[in-house]
């Protein structure tokens, strides 16, 4: 089985940089996606990293680092529409499915 | 952009009366997953289905919850009959038949369940 572990609260300043952490520990770990989910909304999919090193989509950069067992979502240049749950999720090797970690929620403050 | 689509999206019902909810995953997806979250956590799988074969239902309760895609298209998750603890939101997603799919998934709107 998988378990993934994210701090459950991130508050940062509009304009900011904002990290979130997730390290997971994991049998057969293919890959760690991350999943944005506004209040009420659905979870919708913003990256994935089934190689070590740093995948970049526009304002939100991801990395994983197997040995570590660890990964991070990087947001930069924070809007306050980026306030919702973000969520990491791993898939094991053959499994075809996700585990999701219990989330945490990002509150960007003006 | 096609988008997975859920019915009801909000469902209070009484407790040990029957519900059932509906899924049409988008047009092509193979693989079609029912979660349920509960408020402050993340998604917890229930049942995948691939095509209209079940893939794993180890996490669904089956005493009291059925999952079914009878054709390999639209799905239909139900229980009865329900307990106050079942209320949460129920997720359905759907993906294509890759590795890809496994991680990139789309995901419906939810139906909010609220067992009083």
């Known amino acids: 089985g998988q378990s993934l572990e994210q701090p459950s609260e991130v508050t940062a300043v509009e304009g900011a940089i904002v990290q979130i952490n997730c390290t997971y520990q994991t049998s057969g770990f293919y890959g760690l996606s991350w999943y944005q989910q506004h209040d009420g909304g659905a979870p919708t999919f913003l990256s994935y990293?089934?190689?070590?090193g740093l995948e970049e989509t526009g304002r939100f950069s991801s990395f994983l680092s197997r040995s570590d067992s660890y990964g991070y979502l990087l947001l930069q240049e924070l809007q306050m529409k980026d306030s919702a749950s973000y969520f990491c999720?791993?898939?094991?090797?053959?499994?075809?499915?996700?585990?999701f970690g219990k989330g945490t929620k990002l509150s960007v403050i003006p | 952009e096609a988008e997975v689509a859920q019915s009801p999206r909000y469902k209070i019902t009484e407790k040990s009366q029957a519900v059932a909810f509906w899924c049409d995953p988008i047009s092509g997806h193979a693989t079609l997953y029912w979660y349920r979250q509960i408020l402050g956590q993340g998604p917890e799988l229930l049942v995948q289905f691939q095509d209209e074969s079940v893939v794993d239902d180890s996490q669904l309760p089956k005493d009291r919850f059925s999952a079914e895609r009878l054709k390999g298209v639209d799905s239909t998750l139900k229980i009865q009959p329900a307990e106050l603890g079942d209320s949460a939101m129920y997720l359905c997603?759907?993906?294509?038949?890759?590795?890809?799919?496994?991680?990139?998934?789309?995901f419906g709107p939810g139906t909010r369940l609220t067992v009083t």
């Open positions: 999720a791993g898939s094991g090797a053959g499994s075809y499915q996700l585990t």
């Open positions: 997603a759907s993906s294509l038949n890759s590795q890809r799919g496994t991680y990139e998934q789309y």
């Open positions: 990293n089934g190689l070590d």
